[in-house]
């Protein structure tokens, strides 16, 4: 049997990883020390497994393997932000970003080649879409970062958040990520707190419901204006799916967790959606769900973009406006600029299905030319 026809453990669950060790003939605790070996020593070699025996092992070595993502290559910022760069099949690949701070260490986590939105701001949304990771490509990014960095589970934790916030829209790759999720929750997996793990969405209203029956992890909200026609020009998906009824799922994600925030994260691009007026409607909006937050994000510049940042000033002003209608304010301080990793800038490489990436390209040289 070549690897081809073998089976990837990372596709697994712990259930889904129990009923395989049924199938073939074992009893499912050998599942459960299988699976330590994989996330709490980061071990991929099932000679290496030493307190499963030598007759299981030979079974492993047969009927499957650990494959995370082939490293393409890494990078490391000046400020300490980590980047990977992961192959997948037919000449794709993700970005994976690791993002230090004094208190805790984020990991970014893609979910999609490419991205099936066309969020007018964002470089993936550039590269068009080619479809969705596999679960193991998914928790396979985190093992990869988790081997890199020597992080051990529940000794020495290097990864102490994840965010789905990487390339791809995660609520389009449910089942997936659910399953990733899972497993980075899981104690015999990467162990986090349901808090620790966040899915950011664009606005998928049905699939915010769904996930909130499903799963118990943080939500982002990718929000970034606060009226429709403005949302809607830069995250088309809003025409689907007005900030009304986004806001009605959110206030039904609260309802069910009554102990949870939601944030919702608000890039800010210059003369676009930084000026008083813009601050005074997400105040009004943001009043309906007085519990959650806003993170506001400085606009990360990439080649072709017709969007700017904000003057730091506007940024400042932008801040207090909403620290002073009592709105809790984040702003996140950009990382990883100096390896374009900064959020929003990651760009795989994508074998684009659709024809986003032709047209962006087109334009890009018109411009070139008529700067010329």
Not at 141 to 159: E, P, Y
Not at 204 to 232: F, G, Q, Y
């Amino acid at each position: 049997m070549n690897q081809v026809e073998k089976v990837n453990l990372l596709d697994f669950d712990r259930q889904g990883l129990r009923d395989f060790f049924a199938q073939l003939g074992e009893k499912p605790y050998r599942a459960e020390q299988v699976m330590k070996w994989i996330y709490h020593r980061l071990e991929s070699n099932f000679e290496n497994m030493t307190d499963v025996g030598k007759a299981l092992r030979a079974k492993l070595e047969a009927a499957c393997y650990v494959g995370p993502p082939n490293t393409l290559f890494d990078k490391g910022a000046a400020d300490g932000t980590h980047k990977w760069l992961l192959g997948m099949d037919g000449g794709n690949a993700v970005e994976a970003v690791y993002i230090p701070e004094p208190t805790r260490g984020t990991l970014c986590v893609s979910s999609q080649v490419g991205c099936g939105l066309n969020c007018q701001f964002c470089s993936t949304a550039t590269q068009g879409f080619n479809r969705n990771l596999a679960t193991s490509e998914i928790i396979g990014q985190m093992w990869v970062a988790a081997k890199h960095l020597g992080n051990i589970t529940h000794q020495n934790r290097r990864i102490t958040n994840v965010v789905m916030m990487g390339m791809g829209e995660p609520l389009l790759n449910f089942d997936n990520v659910v399953k990733a999720m899972s497993l980075m929750r899981d104690d015999l997996g990467f162990g986090l707190a349901s808090k620790r793990v966040t899915l950011s969405t664009a606005g998928l209203v049905p699939m915010i419901d769904k996930l909130s029956e499903s799963i118990d992890v943080s939500l982002a909200v990718s929000l970034h204006a606060a009226n429709d026609e403005l949302r809607t020009e830069l995250v088309p998906l809003n025409k689907r799916y007005p900030i009304a009824e986004l806001l009605g799922a959110c206030q039904r994600w609260i309802d069910r967790k009554p102990r949870t925030s939601i944030t919702f994260e608000y890039t800010l691009m210059k003369g676009v959606n930084d000026q008083p007026e813009h601050a005074r409607q997400l105040i009004k909006l943001m009043r309906k769900l007085p519990t959650c937050k806003v993170n506001l994000i400085p606009f990360n510049p990439f080649p072709g973009t017709r969007f700017e940042r904000s003057d730091p000033d506007t940024i400042r002003a932008f801040q207090t406006q909403l620290l002073n209608a009592n709105i809790l304010t984040m702003l996140r301080r950009t990382r990883g600029d100096d390896i374009d990793a900064a959020c929003g800038q990651l760009k795989g490489q994508v074998h684009d299905r659709t024809r986003r990436q032709e047209e962006f390209r087109k334009r890009l040289d018109e411009g070139e030319a008529h700067a010329a």
